[in-house]
């Protein structure tokens, strides 16, 4: 009885002669169901496995592909038994590399599914025939044969862990497929089955790219929620990590982390990136000092800072959103550094218009937007595009607001005519702003409606009324405790000038 081997050699059973059996290979006795098989040894195997290119073994026998292939998953299969790593990789790649110089892109969909699934394949072997068949993909005549490959080996890696990075790399090359294609609700949903940062063996560069992937197509699709909670995933804080230091050799029993690919940009473009997604996050609920801030750090980038067309642009940003934020403690924290920075001295109207803010000086509305109207408008060709639909109304509240505050350290009591008066503004109209202030806490006042008078003081319990008491009593008696000592001075002095 004769058997074809995958050797292009006769394997002869235990009744054939000896003299039949070929010189170029040592056998061995396998026990069979059709009695005892002669088995070339493990080294030749190696020999002849590692001496042939797929293209040879093609040429060998009939030349058909499925005899081909059939020869070399028998190759595979003796290495899987006998536990040879390199072994199966090489035949596993082998059959790969042959169907692809083939151009059978179903057959090689169907021996990537085969060869994972064979009982007892070998870890190394799996992740070795991903990793090739990544490659073939810009190889694809075509973007269904493209996305086709891409759902085999997705299907394959799935629940592996050991492929796990190649399979996140995997779903977002399908997910810019599906976003091209115009379907970004599929393209996002793609990305968020991947949860990038529980993968040790990633690159740190790498998570936080994927990740900055997944809030853009959230915000791509208007999933404001799910973008929100897929930036908390990102610390601003690592943004600031030393990339100079040399990384550290992993311990024995540690994870070793993969490089990053070529195409992943660097710490800082990633921290410009991040902000840039967060400024559109912001832009959407007009959280103008969060944007600031965002801007803030866009400015603070080496890059940035060290080139005048990329700052000057941002720095005019950070004067609008300063000015568009409500007044608060973090906002005039904000204010107050940015007056600092000697880069302002460069935008002189812009350094003009912040100390107007901090100055206790009634600002008077339409001599300030003839001066910075133009200024306003041309916003909308300078980086990061326009302020926002609502931005003049709101310049326009803040200066409001900006008034009442003035008027209320400069007065005690005033009538809502005159209060009116200073802010240029109709008696409902400097009521409704003054009440919408009173209800977010920015100011205390209280409103007269029938003298028409609005007192800035704030009504004091009967402790504190106690606590100023004794602190005018305090200050009184020190008054007179220093006037005694005055006039004791000076007693003693006349008294010394007269005895002269």
Same mark, same amino acid.
């Given at each position: 009885?004769?058997?074809?081997?995958?050797?292009?050699?006769?394997?002869?059973?235990?009744?054939?002669?000896?003299?039949?059996?070929?010189?170029?290979?040592?056998?061995?006795?396998?026990?069979?169901?059709?009695?005892?098989?002669?088995?070339?040894?493990?080294?030749?195997?190696?020999?002849?496995?590692?001496?042939?290119?797929?293209?040879?073994?093609?040429?060998?026998?009939?030349?058909?592909?499925?005899?081909?292939?059939?020869?070399?998953?028998?190759?595979?299969?003796?290495?899987?038994?006998?536990?040879?790593?390199?072994?199966?990789?090489?035949?596993?790649?082998?059959?790969?590399?042959?169907?692809?110089?083939?151009?059978?892109?179903?057959?090689?969909?169907?021996?990537?599914?085969?060869?994972?699934?064979?009982?007892?394949?070998?870890?190394?072997?799996?992740?070795?025939?991903?990793?090739?068949?990544?490659?073939?993909?810009?190889?694809?005549?075509?973007?269904?044969?493209?996305?086709?490959?891409?759902?085999?080996?997705?299907?394959?890696?799935?629940?592996?862990?050991?492929?796990?990075?190649?399979?996140?790399?995997?779903?977002?090359?399908?997910?810019?497929?599906?976003?091209?294609?115009?379907?970004?609700?599929?393209?996002?949903?793609?990305?968020?089955?991947?949860?990038?940062?529980?993968?040790?063996?990633?690159?740190?560069?790498?998570?936080?790219?994927?990740?900055?992937?997944?809030?853009?197509?959230?915000?791509?699709?208007?999933?404001?929620?799910?973008?929100?909670?897929?930036?908390?995933?990102?610390?601003?804080?690592?943004?600031?990590?030393?990339?100079?230091?040399?990384?550290?050799?992993?311990?024995?029993?540690?994870?070793?982390?993969?490089?990053?690919?070529?195409?992943?940009?660097?710490?800082?473009?990633?921290?410009?990136?991040?902000?840039?997604?967060?400024?559109?996050?912001?832009?959407?609920?007009?959280?103008?000092?969060?944007?600031?801030?965002?801007?803030?750090?866009?400015?603070?980038?080496?890059?940035?800072?060290?080139?005048?067309?990329?700052?000057?642009?941002?720095?005019?940003?950070?004067?609008?959103?300063?000015?568009?934020?409500?007044?608060?403690?973090?906002?005039?924290?904000?204010?107050?550094?940015?007056?600092?920075?000697?880069?302002?001295?460069?935008?002189?109207?812009?350094?003009?218009?912040?100390?107007?803010?901090?100055?206790?000086?009634?600002?008077?509305?339409?001599?300030?937007?003839?001066?910075?109207?133009?200024?306003?408008?041309?916003?909308?060709?300078?980086?990061?595009?326009?302020?926002?639909?609502?931005?003049?109304?709101?310049?326009?509240?803040?200066?409001?607001?900006?008034?009442?505050?003035?008027?209320?350290?400069?007065?005690?009591?005033?009538?809502?005519?005159? $209060?009116?008066? @200073? +802010?240029? !503004?109709?008696?409902?109209?400097?009521?409704?702003?003054?009440?919408?202030?009173? *209800?977010? /806490? #920015?100011?205390?006042?209280?409103?007269?409606?029938?003298?028409?008078?609005?007192?800035?003081?704030?009504?004091?319990?009967?402790?504190?009324?106690?606590?100023?008491?004794?602190?005018? $009593?305090?200050? @009184? +008696?020190? !008054?007179?405790?220093?006037?005694?000592?005055?006039?004791?001075?000076?007693?003693? *002095?006349? /008294? #010394?000038?007269?005895?002269?």
């Amino acid at each position: 009885m004769i058997d074809r081997s995958p050797f292009g050699k006769s394997i002869f059973t235990a009744t054939c002669s000896p003299s039949h059996r070929s010189s170029s290979f040592t056998y061995f006795p396998v026990p069979s169901l059709l009695g005892f098989i002669q088995i070339p040894k493990l080294h030749s195997i190696h020999r002849f496995l590692y001496s042939r290119s797929p293209i040879e073994a093609e040429m060998e026998g009939d030349g058909s592909l499925d005899s081909q292939i059939e020869s070399l998953l028998n190759v595979e299969k003796q290495m899987r038994l006998n536990g040879d790593v390199a072994g199966t990789k090489k035949a596993a790649i082998d059959i790969l590399q042959l169907c692809f110089e083939r151009r059978a892109w179903k057959t090689l969909n169907d021996q990537i599914v085969v060869l994972s699934k064979r009982r007892g394949q070998l870890k190394q072997a799996v992740t070795a025939m991903v990793q090739q068949a990544m490659q073939y993909i810009d190889e694809t005549p075509d973007i269904e044969t493209k996305i086709e490959l891409i759902k085999t080996l997705n299907s394959v890696s799935a629940g592996k862990i050991y492929v796990e990075i190649e399979r996140a790399r995997l779903i977002k090359r399908l997910a810019k497929i599906k976003e091209e294609q115009g379907q970004i609700a599929e393209a996002a949903d793609l990305m968020q089955e991947i949860a990038v940062e529980t993968f040790g063996a990633m690159a740190k560069t790498e998570k936080i790219a994927f990740i900055l992937e997944q809030v853009r197509l959230c915000l791509d699709r208007q999933d404001y929620v799910r973008a929100q909670i897929l930036s908390r995933k990102i610390s601003p804080r690592v943004f600031d990590a030393d990339t100079s230091k040399e990384k550290k050799k992993p311990k024995e029993g540690e994870s070793i982390v993969e490089e990053a690919p070529a195409d992943i940009p660097s710490l800082l473009e990633l921290k410009r990136i991040y902000y840039e997604l967060m400024i559109r996050y912001y832009s959407h609920s007009n959280d103008y000092l969060e944007i600031c801030r965002c801007y803030k750090s866009i400015y603070e980038i080496p890059s940035v800072k060290e080139d005048s067309s990329k700052w000057i642009p941002v720095l005019r940003k950070i004067c609008w959103y300063l000015v568009l934020a409500p007044h608060d403690p973090m906002q005039s924290s904000l204010l107050n550094s940015t007056l600092d920075d000697k880069n302002l001295s460069e935008i002189p109207h812009f350094r003009s218009l912040l100390k107007q803010l901090i100055t206790m000086e009634v600002i008077q509305w339409t001599a300030l937007w003839n001066t910075f109207k133009d200024e306003f408008e041309n916003e909308k060709n300078m980086l990061g595009g326009s302020l926002g639909d609502k931005a003049a109304d709101d310049l326009k509240e803040r200066v409001i607001e900006h008034n009442i505050l003035v008027v209320s350290k400069y007065y005690a009591r005033i009538t809502v005519k005159r $209060l009116a008066e @200073l +802010l240029c !503004l109709t008696v409902e109209e400097a009521e409704k702003h003054l009440s919408d202030m009173v *209800v977010s /806490k #920015a100011l205390v006042a209280k409103i007269d409606r029938p003298l028409g008078i609005v007192s800035f003081q704030s009504v004091k319990d009967s402790n504190d009324v106690l606590n100023s008491w004794a602190i005018n $009593l305090e200050k @009184l +008696l020190d !008054l007179v405790e220093k006037s005694c000592h005055q006039i004791h001075k000076e007693t003693m *002095v006349h /008294k #010394a000038a007269l005895k002269v």
